[in-house]
C-alpha cells in the first residue's frame, strides 16, 4: 500500500517543527551558565537577536501564507517566546556596553527593519502569491543568517589571520629586495669630527716663522751637500808652503 502523497507536507512539517524546537532549546546549557555565574562571560547577543528576527519574518509568513500556515506560526510563536527570554537573561547579566549595543541591535533589526520588510511587501506586493514568495525568499536569507550569526566571532580572526599571511609574505619578498640593490653603508665618527672642530688653529705669524726656519734648514743642508770634501783644507796647506 503506498503512503498517500497529500500528507507528505503535514509529516515534513512536523518533523521540521520537532527539529526546529530542538534547535531553539540548544542555547539552554549557555543560559544556565550565564543564571548561575550571573554574568555573560563574553557570550554575544547577536546569535538571539537574528533568530528572534528570523521568528518574527517567519510569524509574518505563516499569517500571509494560505497554505500550511499552522505549523509555521506554532513553532515560530514557541521560538518568539524561547528566544525572548534568551534575551531577558542576557540582558539582565550583562555588561552596561554590552545592554546599550544589544539594545540598538534589537531596534535596529526587529523593529526597524520588520517593519520595513512588513511594509514594503503589503505595499508592494498587490497579489498574495506574488507577496508569499517575496517573503518566503527573505525568511530563507535569514534563516541562513541564524546558523551564520555564531560564526561572528571566529570569521574575523580568519580574515585577519589570512591578511596576517599576506603582510608576512609581501615583507619577506621586499625585504629580500633591498638586501640584493642596497648601498654599503656611510658610517661617520662624528667623535672625529668634532675634535677636528675643537682643535686651535695656529697662528699665521707662527706659521710663517716655522716656515721661514724650515727653508733656512733646508739651504744649509743642500749648501752642505755642494762643498768638496777636502777643498778648504787642501787651500790651507798651499797657503802654508808658499809662506
Keep these: 500500500m503506498a503512503f498517500p502523497t497529500h500528507l507528505l507536507p503535514s509529516v515534513f512539517g512536523i518533523l521540521g517543527n520537532i527539529i526546529s524546537f530542538c534547535v531553539f532549546l540548544a542555547p539552554v546549557p549557555t543560559f544556565c551558565k550565564i543564571y548561575r555565574r550571573k554574568s555573560t562571560q563574553g557570550f554575544q547577543s547577536i546569535p538571539y537577536s537574528v533568530a528572534l528576527f528570523s521568528c518574527m519574518l517567519l510569524l509574518y509568513y505563516g499569517y500571509i501564507k494560505t497554505e500550511n500556515g499552522m505549523l509555521i506560526i506554532t513553532i515560530n510563536?514557541?521560538?518568539?517566546?524561547?528566544?525572548?527570554?534568551?534575551?531577558?537573561?542576557?540582558?539582565?547579566?550583562?555588561?552596561?556596553?554590552?545592554?546599550?549595543?544589544?539594545?540598538?541591535l534589537l531596534a535596529l533589526f526587529n523593529i526597524l527593519l520588520f517593519g520595513l520588510i512588513v511594509l514594503t511587501t503589503l505595499l508592494m506586493t498587490k497579489h498574495g502569491p506574488k507577496r508569499v514568495a517575496v517573503v518566503g525568499w527573505i525568511c530563507a536569507i535569514f534563516s541562513v543568517c541564524v546558523f551564520a550569526a555564531p560564526l561572528s566571532?571566529?570569521?574575523?580572526?580568519?580574515?585577519?589571520?589570512?591578511?596576517?599571511?599576506?603582510?608576512?609574505?609581501?615583507?619577506?619578498?621586499?625585504?629580500?629586495?633591498?638586501?640584493?640593490?642596497r648601498p654599503a653603508p656611510i658610517v661617520v665618527d662624528m667623535g672625529a669630527i668634532l675634535e677636528i672642530q675643537e682643535k686651535p688653529t695656529v697662528d699665521e705669524g707662527v706659521e710663517s716663522e716655522i716656515q721661514d726656519k724650515d727653508e733656512m734648514e733646508l739651504r744649509v743642508v743642500l749648501e752642505m751637500q755642494e762643498t768638496p770634501v777636502g777643498e778648504d783644507e787642501g787651500g790651507g796647506d798651499k797657503e802654508r808652503i808658499h809662506s
Excluded: C, D, R
Excluded at 510563536?77 to 540598538?104: C, D, N, R, W
Excluded at 580572526?157 to 619578498?173: D, R
Design 77 to 104: 510563536s514557541i521560538g518568539f517566546a524561547i528566544e525572548t527570554t534568551y534575551l531577558v537573561i542576557f540582558l539582565i547579566y550583562t555588561t552596561k556596553e554590552s545592554l546599550i549595543s544589544t539594545l540598538k
Design 153 to 181: 566571532i571566529m570569521t574575523p580572526n580568519v580574515l585577519g589571520f589570512a591578511f596576517g599571511i599576506a603582510q608576512m609574505v609581501l615583507y619577506m619578498i621586499y625585504k629580500g629586495n633591498k638586501k640584493q640593490g
